[in-house]
């Protein structure tokens, strides 16, 4: 019997690549662009405010909604929070992953590479919450800065409006430390992987040529790995604009795109509201990889 059903399929290899990639494609067909796009339809109805019930009708109101100064400052906050976020993260990965492709023996790369992706290993709240009790007022952040007697400099920094607030804790620096700590591996995996394929040919050839270390750098490594920073920027980026937890637990009354929307299709019920402010770090996204494609990001991909 398994050999007749072997030789059928043998003969059919079109049959056997649909059966292969039939049930993941209807996945993603049906599961994941379904969802975006009920979001997307949702986007276009609107709530009655005198009834609190949604009006399934067309109407572009919502999206107007969006744009209002509140919304729009809301989008300002957080995308400048996931562009300060990526920057921070690649500047620590690239010299972790620099090492780790270049200058480590295999047996020491594979335990670097477990203890970069160990924190991924555990639960994301245990992270953030863990974050929230050390940079509290009577965490040990604040205590080892007393240590070193910069208490003053400390409370200049969280004197600045727009990154300080009452405490590490509760304030918009405290958040852009825990968002690049938790990113941070998604960084440092894909530069590593573009460093890897960078032939030792190409670098040895370009010291050959007598190119100084920083020549070869700049000219031969950088631009073979910046494919790799693209990539951890599309996810530091990208996470950082949806994530609602963090700013939920250290930030302060001032609302990111992930608490707006939770606040407004939980709290509210607006769901056309929230799901108009769902296509913002969509559309910010869109935006994020024309910019990267028209710089040649993706060429060397």
């Not at 067909?29 to 709530?47: D, E, H, P, Q, T």
Request: no cysteine; net charge positive.
């Amino acid at each position: 019997m398994l050999n007749k059903i072997s030789t059928y399929l043998y003969l059919r290899p079109k049959l056997v690549l649909w059966l292969t990639l039939g049930p993941p494609l209807a996945y993603m067909i049906i599961v994941y662009l379904g969802s975006l796009f009920n979001l997307l339809i949702n986007s276009f109805y609107y709530l009655e405010q005198f009834t609190g019930l949604i009006v399934r009708e067309f109407t572009l109101s919502t999206y107007a909604r969006t744009l209002e100064p509140a919304n729009l400052e809301i989008f300002a906050r957080t995308t400048l929070m996931a562009i300060a976020v990526t920057v921070m993260d690649a500047i620590i990965a690239f010299p972790l992953a620099y090492y780790i492709a270049r200058f480590t023996p295999p047996k020491l790369k594979t335990w670097l590479i477990i203890a970069v992706t160990l924190p991924l290993w555990s639960s994301y709240l245990v992270r953030v919450y863990a974050w929230k009790l050390i940079l509290a007022k009577e965490g040990i952040l604040s205590w080892f800065i007393n240590l070193l007697g910069l208490q003053g400099a400390l409370d200049w920094l969280l004197g600045i409006p727009a990154i300080g607030g009452s405490s590490l804790a509760l304030s918009p620096l405290g958040m852009f430390i825990v968002f690049a700590y938790i990113w941070l591996p998604y960084m440092i995996i894909p530069i590593q992987t573009a460093l890897e394929r960078v032939p030792h040919s190409l670098v040895e050839a370009s010291s050959d040529l007598g190119a100084k270390p920083l020549q070869t750098f700049r000219t031969v490594i950088l631009p073979l790995a910046f494919p790799g920073v693209v990539a951890g920027s599309i996810f530091t980026f990208s996470l950082t604009l949806g994530d609602f937890i963090i700013p939920l637990s250290l930030g302060n009354s001032k609302f990111f795109i992930g608490q707006a929307v939770y606040s407004y299709q939980g709290t509210a019920g607006d769901i056309p509201l929230a799901a108009a402010m769902t296509m913002g770090p969509v559309v910010i996204m869109i935006i994020y990889l024309l910019i990267a494609r028209k710089m040649g990001a993706f060429d060397a991909l």
